[in-house]
């Protein structure tokens, strides 16, 4: 059984920082492109961060470029997203998604991910 879950969420002052954790079990961890999605309330999941299988390449949602960093451990079936600069806006559920793709790009579209965690809130105050 595949498992996904995250961790690291809370609450934090805006300008303050998170690291967010995924990890992965019941699948080979390695194989798969990984990445960061959120959902505000009221607003459909958007795609944040991802990262590709072999870890050779990364891509960012322009609203958080240069403030969130996505890095991934394979020996330890583990994701990451250091979150730093948070603002009011990235005030969501994080979702992490796990892509089968193998080709050396970053899929952004969340229907082409295949399993998914339960999501950990972070909460930023003005």
């Known amino acids: 059984q595949v498992q996904l879950v995250e961790s690291g969420g809370g609450l934090v002052q805006a300008g303050g920082s998170l690291r967010l954790s995924c990890g992965a079990s019941?699948?080979?961890?390695?194989?798969?492109?990984v990445g960061w999605f959120r959902q505000a309330p009221g607003k459909e999941r958007e795609f944040v961060a991802g990262i590709t299988w072999s870890g050779r390449i990364t891509y960012y949602a322009d609203s958080v470029k240069g403030r969130f960093t996505i890095s991934r451990d394979n020996a330890k079936n583990t994701m990451y997203l250091e979150m730093n600069s948070l603002k009011p806006e990235d005030t969501a559920v994080y979702y992490c998604?796990?892509?089968?793709?193998?080709?050396?790009?970053?899929?952004?579209?969340?229907?082409?991910?295949?399993?998914w965690g339960q999501g950990t809130q972070v909460t930023v105050s003005s």
């Open positions: 998604g796990a892509d089968r793709f193998k080709g050396d790009a970053v899929r952004t579209g969340g229907s082409l991910y295949i399993y």
């Open positions: 019941g699948l080979t961890f390695s194989r798969f492109a």
